[in-house]
């Protein structure tokens, strides 16, 4: 991924793999550039956190004029850690920020229309930028670790296959930033969840170990790749391996320039992923 400052000051990320693509547009927020403050600081997306609302309006008004879109282009996602994808249009612009949802129960978007721009928030799940440039069809889908457990990529590429008529070989993906394994601690209730999945899939993704200063109290612990997990799923549902770029960047590990979740125990903003196709190509 780059960096890429804006004019207003505003910092966001972008996929070399889809910055090339004509007329599709597309960003990941950081933290810089913002008007929150605290443990907002400064660029929050999430109305839910505690941050002022005012303060949030503020924030989405600065990244969409660093994208050169208006916040009423942009629809949200509802966000339940499902795997159920959701097509929009422009008669859902502005939902999530100007107009309530209209539907829950979702965490992808995809959309063939151009002008709409499809928007998802995060702090160590897993951002999933897909784009057909032949279909002219984007999406974005929202995996954290029971997403992407559920096979939230391939889900999302069989429903741009059902929905638009996509073919998987055509697909480019974006695996943005995400807790990574060297931050993922879980307990065995939930590895124990992953190692059902395929060898293929989980192979070198799921590592296990025990912690504790001594006997008595050691506990197994497993580190999870939601990242590579995330990729492997895309692969198998057809996606080449050539179009994929994965961000490789930690969330926990950079929680100064990217919120997280766990870093923080909770105490965040939320970070923005948006695509969309241009209206003029």
């Known amino acids: 991924m780059k960096r890429v400052i804006a004019t207003n000051s505003v910092e966001y990320l972008q996929f070399n793999n889809l910055s090339v693509l004509m007329g599709i547009k597309h960003a990941f927020s950081t933290r810089i550039g913002g008007v929150s403050d605290s443990v907002f600081s400064t660029m929050n997306f999430g109305f839910n956190r505690g941050d002022s609302r005012e303060n949030v309006l503020e924030n989405q008004r600065r990244f969409c004029e660093a994208l050169h879109i208006l916040p009423g282009d942009l629809v949200f996602a509802s966000q339940t850690h499902s795997t159920v994808i959701r097509r929009v249009g422009k008669e859902n612009l502005g939902e999530g920020i100007e107009r309530p949802l209209l539907m829950t129960g979702y965490d992808g978007l995809a959309t063939d229309e151009p002008g709409v721009f499809l928007a998802t928030l995060y702090a160590d799940c897993v951002p999933l ?108 549902a057809g996606i080449k391996d050539i179009n994929i770029e994965n961000a490789d960047i930690c969330t926990s590990c950079n929680s100064d320039w990217l919120f997280s979740h766990r870093a923080s125990k909770g105490m965040r903003g939320s970070l923005c992923a948006v695509i969309g196709l241009e209206d003029k190509v």
């Open 129 to 236: 930028f897909f784009a057909d440039p032949i279909r002219r069809v984007v999406a974005v889908s929202h995996a954290g670790w029971r997403g992407t457990m559920s096979d939230m990529a391939g889900e999302t590429v069989r429903f741009l296959a059902s929905e638009f008529g996509c073919l998987p070989e055509n697909l480019f993906l974006g695996i943005g930033p995400s807790i990574g394994r060297c931050c993922f601690e879980v307990g065995e209730d939930v590895a124990v969840q992953f190692r059902k999945l395929p060898e293929e899939i989980i192979k070198s993704a799921v590592l296990t170990h025990r912690s504790g200063f001594n006997f008595e109290n050691r506990q197994i612990k497993s580190h999870i790749d939601l990242q590579l997990i995330n990729k492997r799923f895309a692969l198998k």
